[in-house]
């Protein structure tokens, strides 16, 4: 059998090898604490569950769904105007997504053609890059550097490539790095996407995960961004909905448009059951975001505090559920630590060229975990000894 050749930009790579060592220790017995993938473990407040399995008791709801109920738009539009103070027409300007990751791997389809440029954050999650990959774009990397808080340089792309660009992506609260940008970077952004007549997509995926007095927008909220691009956003960690798969892309219409197009031909739009579940959390009451938010403040405290303390110095982030931590001194990759960690600790993280070049020297470790397993998670590290000072268990 011959397959296509687009295949090849998706191999398996270290997930495949931390796969296959996660496989042969758990079937021997041992403990593994797998920090490596977003997938939340904090369930749906009750009334979206109850919501969903009410709507899910009805025999009228297994039709296809065909178009967003008017409901969902009218839902969606509110919550945007309620929380980040943007107006939005429910039926021009918004369109379901069977979860951010579809839109991402999509989008790109219905933008660009086979050798146009796309702009995409390094390092990033991943699919920022597959999907303009799978509408055969070439890719353009806009560094996320450590010096500058990990918010991309718009200066610092050459005029000639920004003019090829017709798309770019970009996602403040940042994964896997963690970091939120300010105003004046939106502000930019939209000068620059003006300037070039790029179009731009927001990922906004964690707004509701930012800690310490801090908070996120969105960015459509500023003048002129609607001109120019569209915002994606998800229930999945809001509100744990990660598995019943509902996000939404919001902002200028002809995008949407197109998006809603391509999608017409791709898919059978959002089972209604979970449209319903998906409006009782945007409509219901909100105190299920404040508890999940200071869930991730202590999961984030524990593990950084406690990995420190050990040796392995982990500054905690402001946002996401995630962990961007340089790795110890004495490993020239991620993979090898990476490796090191789940064969001798039982510890699963992503390394961070995983991500894209500029993540290299770094592991993203997911705050997936209840903070009983965290603070095993340090002793197992701990004891392992593969940390300079880390050899005999720490007790707390």
């Known amino acids: 059998m011959e397959f296509a050749k687009r295949m090849d930009l998706f191999g398996e790579g270290i997930f495949s090898k931390l796969s296959e060592v996660r496989r042969r220790k758990v079937s021997a017995g041992e403990t593994v604490i797998d920090m490596s993938i977003g997938a939340p473990n904090i369930p749906p407040a009750a009334h979206i569950r109850e919501a969903l399995c009410r709507a899910a008791a009805e025999e009228k709801n297994y039709i296809y769904a065909i178009n967003d109920q008017t409901a969902l738009l009218d839902a969606v539009a509110a919550w945007y105007d309620r929380r980040y103070g943007v107006k939005l027409d429910p039926q021009t300007e918004i369109c379901s997504l069977l979860g951010s990751q579809e839109g991402l791997a999509h989008i790109a389809l219905s933008i660009v053609d086979e050798g146009d440029t796309v702009l995409v954050p390094d390092p990033c999650y991943p699919v920022f890059g597959d999907g303009p990959r799978i509408a055969g774009a070439t890719l353009y990397y806009m560094p996320q550097k450590k010096e500058n808080g990990y918010v991309i340089r718009l200066d610092d792309i050459p005029g000639e490539v920004a003019r090829r660009a017709k798309f770019m992506i970009v996602s403040y609260p940042n994964n896997p790095t963690a970091a939120l940008a300010?105003?004046?970077?939106?502000?930019?952004?939209?000068?620059?996407?003006?300037?070039?007549?790029?179009?731009?997509?927001?990922?906004?995926?964690?707004?509701?995960?930012?800690?310490?007095?801090?908070?996120?927008?969105?960015?459509?909220?500023?003048?002129?961004?609607?001109?120019?691009?569209?915002?994606?956003?998800?229930?999945?960690?809001?509100?744990g909905l990660a598995g019943a798969r509902i996000g939404f892309c919001l902002g200028n219409r002809e995008v949407v448009a197109q998006l809603k197009r391509l999608k017409s031909n791709m898919d059978y739009g959002m089972f209604l059951p979970i449209q319903q579940a998906a409006i009782a959390a945007i409509t219901g009451d909100q105190s299920c975001v404040e508890s999940t938010r200071e869930a991730y403040v202590r999961r984030r405290n524990c593990l950084c505090d406690g990995f420190t303390a050990i040796g392995w110095p982990m500054e905690r982030p402001a946002a996401t559920m995630f962990v961007w931590a340089a790795i110890p001194s004495g490993y020239e990759t991620s993979e090898a630590f990476a490796m090191d960690l789940v064969e001798k600790a039982g510890l699963i993280v992503t390394p961070g060229s995983a991500f894209g070049h500029s993540g290299e020297g770094y592991v993203r470790l997911a705050l997936v975990q209840d903070e009983d397993a965290i603070r095993q998670a340090v002793d197992l590290v701990a004891a392992s000894g593969i940390l300079s000072g880390g050899k005999s268990k720490v007790g707390r």
């Open 182 to 239: 300010p105003d004046s970077f939106y502000e930019e952004l939209v000068a620059f996407a003006k300037k070039y007549q790029i179009i731009v997509l927001h990922d906004n995926a964690y707004s509701e995960l930012v800690f310490d007095g801090k908070s996120c927008g969105s960015f459509l909220s500023f003048p002129g961004a609607r001109e120019v691009g569209v915002e994606f956003n998800s229930l999945s960690k809001t509100y």
